[in-house]
C-alpha cells in the first residue's frame, strides 16, 4: 500500500484533523502511535532497484517499520515489487512507499530526485576494496542506502551515480548475505549509530503530523467520508 499525504491548508487545520481522526480509534492505539512517531527518521532511508522475490521484498518493509525507518523508494524496471503479507505483517502501511516506474530509467530518475532532497546514495556492496559500516560517517548529512536484486545486485547506473560505497564484514566462504538480511543489518547499524551520534535525525513536527494522518486513514474504515465530515463541520 502506498501512502501520501494530503497537502492540507496550514499546520493548524492538520493538527485539528488529526485529533479529530483520533476520536475515531481508542486511546491505547493513539497512545501508541505518538510513541512509535517519535522515533520515526528520515535521516536514513532505503532504495530498492529491481527487488522481485516477494518473501524478501516484504521482509524488507517488515525491518523498516520496526528500525523507525519511514521512508522506501522502490524502483521498479524490469520487476514489480510484490508484497507477500504473510511475511510483511502489515508494516506497508506504516510506512512512506514511493515507487518509480514511469521511465525508461527509473534508477536514474528516483536518484536524481533523492539527490534533490539533499540525500547522499549510499551503493551497498560486498566488493572488498568498499569502505565497511563502521567507516561510514553518519555526521555527514542524511542518506538513503541502495539495495539491488537478489541475484544481481545493483545496476552499473546505480553504481555509477552513487555517492558513496558500503559493505557489511564477512568472514565466510558465502559472498553475501540475503537481501532482507543485509538491508536488517544496515538498518540495526546506522539507525543505532545515528541515535549514539545525536545528529538531528528525528522528524519535524509537520512531518510528525502528516505521518500520523497517513496512519489514521490507513487505519480508520471510511476514514474518507469522515474526513469530509470534518470539512464540512470546520467550513
Known amino acids: 500500500m502506498m501512502i501520501m499525504s494530503e497537502q492540507l ?13 483520533a476520536g475515531f480509534i481508542t486511546e ?5 502511535f505518538n510513541k512509535v512517531i517519535s522515533n520515526r527518521t528520515r535521516y536514513v532511508s532505503l532504495i530498492l532497484e529491481d527487488i522481485y522475490q516477494s518473501h524478501n521484498a516484504s521482509a524488507v518493509l517488515r525491518s523498516c517499520d520496526c528500525f523507525g525507518v519511514q ?8 520487476n514489480l515489487y510484490e508484497v507477500n503479507p504473510d511475511v510483511a505483517l502489515g508494516s506497508s502501511q506504516w510506512l512512506t512507499l ?3 516506474n514511469g521511465l525508461e530509467n527509473n534508477t536514474t530518475d528516483c536518484i536524481q530526485r533523492m539527490k534533490g532532497q539533499g ?9 572488498e576494496d568498499a569502505p565497511l559500516l563502521d567507516d561510514f560517517d553518519v555526521k555527514a548529512g542524511k542518506f538513503a542506502l541502495m539495495f539491488g536484486t537478489e541475484q544481481e545486485g545493483l545496476t552499473d547506473n546505480a553504481f555509477q551515480l552513487a555517492d558513496e560505497f558500503v559493505r557489511i564484514p564477512m568472514f565466510g566462504f558465502t559472498e553475501s548475505f540475503n537481501i532482507s538480511v543485509s538491508a536488517a543489518l544496515c538498518l540495526f547499524h546506522f539507525t ?3 541515535r549514539k551520534q545525536k545528529v538531528d535525525w528525528e522528524l519535524t513536527e509537520t512531518e510528525k503530523l502528516d505521518v ?10 471510511e476514514s474518507e467520508m469522515i474526513e469530509k465530515m470534518f470539512y464540512k463541520k470546520n467550513n
Do not use: G
Request: hydrophobic fraction near 35%.
Open 9 to 21: 491548508p496550514d499546520f493548524d487545520t492538520k493538527r485539528k484533523l488529526r485529533d479529530y481522526l
Open 192 to 194: 543505532s549509530a545515528i
Open 71 to 78: 521512508d522506501v523508494h522502490i524502483i521498479e524496471n524490469k
Open 28 to 32: 491505547r492505539r493513539f497512545s501508541l
Open 119 to 127: 540525500y547522499r546514495i549510499i551503493a551497498t556492496t560486498p566488493r
Open 98 to 100: 514511493q515507487k518509480y
Open 212 to 221: 500520523q494522518l497517513d496512519w489514521l486513514r490507513a487505519t480508520i474504515k
